[in-house]
């Protein structure tokens, strides 16, 4: 169940956003170690974010997993994320803060139920 939810402050149209998509659950789904499957993200373009007291474009996102995370994995995904980013909307790595949770499986609901 490894979840991003990534806001970005530029506009995303349909082709990218499905590109973004398909291209972050591989990276989860590879660097987590969970299959694709389990893998849920959300992106929402055009969100007004300010980051350094500039609007220039910018990113931030939460990744929450149960199990799979740690200080190895994170660096892996940021890294990745990062690069998704730089490549489709041209957001440097520099204008892009992630947070990562660690959830406990009946903090996180799915199928009428927890995990």
Do not use: H, W
Request: aromatic share 10%; charged share 15%; proline share 5%.
């Amino acid at each position: 169940m490894p979840t991003l939810n990534l806001s970005v402050n530029v506009p995303v149209d349909a082709v990218v956003a499905s590109d973004i998509l398909k291209d972050a659950t591989k990276a989860l789904s590879k660097i987590i170690g969970k299959p694709e499957s389990y893998v849920m993200i959300v992106l929402n373009g055009g969100v007004p974010i300010s980051f350094a007291g500039t609007e220039e474009p910018a990113a931030y996102g939460e990744v929450i997993s149960i199990g799979g995370l740690g200080p190895s994995v994170n660096s892996k995904l940021s890294s990745a994320l990062a690069e998704i980013l730089q490549t489709k909307l041209s957001i440097d790595s520099s204008r892009f803060y992630i947070k990562f949770y660690d959830s406990e499986r009946s903090f996180f609901g799915f199928n009428g139920s927890t995990f």
